[in-house]
């Protein structure tokens, strides 16, 4: 874990849907919103970096 504060962890979350796909945007957003809680509940030992992409199906 020491190796990892020194530096940025990006997640990317890549979802298929359609343009404009309201539910789909909104099920990301919980998602990223848990895994902010739980990055919170372990300290946020290193900075953590989520982007997400949409895909079109």
């Not at 343009?19 to 809680?37: K, P």
């Amino acid at each position: 874990m020491t190796l990892l504060t020194d530096h940025t962890t990006t997640l990317y979350i890549a979802y298929g849907g359609e343009a404009g796909d309201d539910l789909g945007r909104q099920r990301v957003e919980h998602v990223i919103a848990l895994i902010r809680q739980q990055w919170r509940q372990a300290g946020e030992p290193y900075r953590l970096v989520i982007n997400t992409d949409p895909m079109e199906r």
